[in-house]
Structure formats: C-alpha cells, structure tokens
C-alpha cells in the first residue's frame, strides 16, 4: 500500500505540474480506494481477532496432535513447534497433555518431547517426568496470540495512522482538481 501510495503522490505531482485535470482525477480516486482498503482492514482486523483466534486454537490443537513426531525430527512441522516451545518455554497448544493420545505418543511411547523441557540436556527430561521442575507446564497458543494480538494491533494503528495522513492530501488533490475545472 505505501509503495502504491507514493507512486499515486508522483503521478498527483505530475498532475499538479501539468495542470492535467484527469490525472488529478485518476489521483484522487486512487488515493480513496487505497484509503478504504486502509480503514476496512484494519476494521477487519480489529473486530474479528477475538474469532480467529478461537478458530485458530482448534486448528492448531488437531494439527499438532496428528502431525507433530518429536524433537530431531526433520520434518518442517516438527522443528517449528519445537523452536516456538524452546523459545516461548512453554509445551503444546494448551499444555503438556496436549500430546497425550497424539501420534507422537502413540510413536515414542513419551507424554512430551524433549523441547518441553526446562533443561533439554537434564538427564530428569525422560518424556515422562511431567514436574513443574521438569517441563514447562503452560502452553504456547496464548503466549503466541499475545504477540499476534500485539502485532495485529500495531499494523492496525499504523494503517489508521497512514490513512489519516492521507486525507489531507486527497482533499489537497480535490480543492485542485475543482480548482482547473
């Protein structure tokens, strides 16, 4: 949007320069649409987030327990979630028993994997000590909504933000535009 934005502030100046009343036209319908777009998605963002997110924490959970198949695995699935549980110190969607029934269970024989662990070298992180003083007992989908939420909330403030700054230029391009006719 801000790349499309400058190249409509180009083809605005170019208008202006030139006294062109249909690029002037062409500019301020351009910059309208952009701000619309602007103002819904962030309006979009902003009210279904809570949805999305109930939505999301389902997904994730039925996804985690049929895909996720342990700490050195290779597959892509496996070592993401194993690095959002290292770096979050969290485990699972909800918390440890989310692996409980799962395939790796079913596979390993283990209630967690090693990326649960407090300390992943510890010789007490056997895939079956669940003590708080094991395993991180939380899980990572409010720790990772958090952060979305946060990031949701800064790109809807900046969208906002960029389209406030764009209304006095559309208004600028109009008073222009009445201005050659």
Known sequence: MGCITVLLGCA???GATKESRGTLLFCILSMVIVLIM???AATVVLLFFPIVGDVALEHTFVTLRKNYRGYNEPDDYSTQWNL?????????????????????????????????????GSVSCDGRDV?????????????????????SFT??????????IQLPGILATLLLFIKLG
């Open 38 to 40: 602007e103002v819904t």
């Open 84 to 120: 959002v549980m290292e770096k979050l110190k969290c485990c699972g969607v909800n918390n440890y028993t989310d692996f409980s029934g799962s395939s790796f269970e079913m596979t390993t024989g283990h209630t967690y994997p090693r990326s649960c662990c407090k300390s992943i």
């Open 12 to 14: 605005g100046w170019y």
């Open 155 to 164: 790109l809807s403030g900046s969208s906002l933000g960029a389209a406030v």
């Open 131 to 151: 003590s708080p003083n094991v395993i991180h007992q939380k899980g990572c989908f409010h720790k990772l909504l958090k952060i979305t939420k946060t990031q």
